[in-house]
């Protein structure tokens, strides 16, 4: 599974909601991700910046990923959105490796 970063701006009637409602986005969050066969490891809110919450999830697959959002964007919770694709510190070796393998077979332009 792929870890990811999730910044989300809600949109206004979505905060209404949230105020008028007291609602709890993360457990709706923890849900969505769950039905897409990946896991909510961390929500937060964040306060003065341009999204309103971060979330990190474990998500099988891009695909599975793209319809979560596009099921909040259709739904008309959120406006915008930014995804940051995470790497563990373990995964360097693996990257080096593969590094290794195939850099030989790479020619840059012009050479």
Known sequence: MSLYCIKIKYSLDAI????????DRQDAMRKLTEALGGK????????????????????PEY?????????????GTMIDYK???????????KISELFKKVSPSYQKPGS
Do not use: R
């Not at 909510?40 to 998500?59: C, D, K, N, P, R």
């Open 16 to 23: 209404k909601g949230m105020m008028n409602d007291g609602i």
């Open 40 to 59: 909510l490891v961390s929500f937060y809110g964040m306060v003065g910046q341009e999204y309103h919450v971060m979330a990190i999830t474990e998500i």
């Open 63 to 75: 695909a599975n990923l793209s319809a979560g959002i596009i099921t909040a964007l259709m739904a």
């Open 83 to 93: 995804v940051i694709p995470l790497y563990q510190s373990s995964d360097v070796k």
